[in-house]
């Protein structure tokens, strides 16, 4: 019996050597295809995806493979062409021989915030976008971009605009709305609480109240890092709404989709405030001395 255990242990392993050097070394791609890597996929979202397209055989070798080299997968569009090994595609991917970008702007991002990131995946230089595109906060649509290798800075502002007018053709859009939708944008947490945030805040409105958005503060300040207390009162700024009544000047970020059709189509249920949880979620209040109560009983 022992003899026998030894024998079918070796007779596996032989196996699984046999089939690690097949995808490694001899396995084709069936046909040409392009494959996408998006921003943020991992080695075995990756390897599970080549193997949905029939690109490879095992994603648990494609992920072995990988961690054994502590490689780290571009993204980007590729080019696979059917002669291709496994060990042809890890390498392909590593090194970043990408056909196209594949880039993702979240929404909430501030135009500062974009022109980094793009930097920092030397598509422009630091600063080329912020140069031209300034007078834009607001309307960059956060979005997934395939971008060719010979694009420029004002081709990506021009493209991300005209994604923003075809996304929101069929809404009433007026600069107001997209002020106040970048700033639901920076508050919510959850898809829930947008319209119930943007009620709020037209609540205030229409009572003439200030609106006392933390996120002016932080936009003003040039960082979403939290703010302390002496920063309601000492942040000289315009866009400071602690300080100043109505909109500022212009929106703080870039918002998505949800967020401005919050604004459109808000949840107006009478409230006046609001604090998010631990969680996340929101807590609203129609007084001042009701918030207080909910302030103390879960903060």
Known sequence: M???IIYSTIIILLIVLVLLTYEIFFRKAGKDIQFNISQGEGTRDIAQNLRKDKLIFSSLTFSMYVYQRHWYLQPGVY???KNMTMLDMARLFHEGK???YLITIPEGWRLTQIDDYLAEKKIIKKGELTK????????LFPDTYRLSKEVNTTEIR???IK???EKTADLKITPEVIILASIVEREAKFDED???IAGVYLNRQEKGMKLEADPTIQYAKGSWEPITASDYKNVNSPYNTYLHEG?????ICNPGLKSIEAVLFPQKDGFLYFFHKADGHAVYSATAEEHKANLEKYQ
């Open 132 to 139: 031209i595109a300034t007078a834009d906060e607001g309307y």
């Open 2 to 4: 022992k003899k026998i």
């Open 79 to 81: 080019n696979i062409s």
């Open 163 to 165: 994604n923003f007018n």
């Open 98 to 100: 990408f056909q196209d």
């Open 158 to 160: 021009e493209e991300m």
């Open 194 to 196: 947008r319209p119930k």
């Open 247 to 251: 909109l500022p000047p212009g929106p």
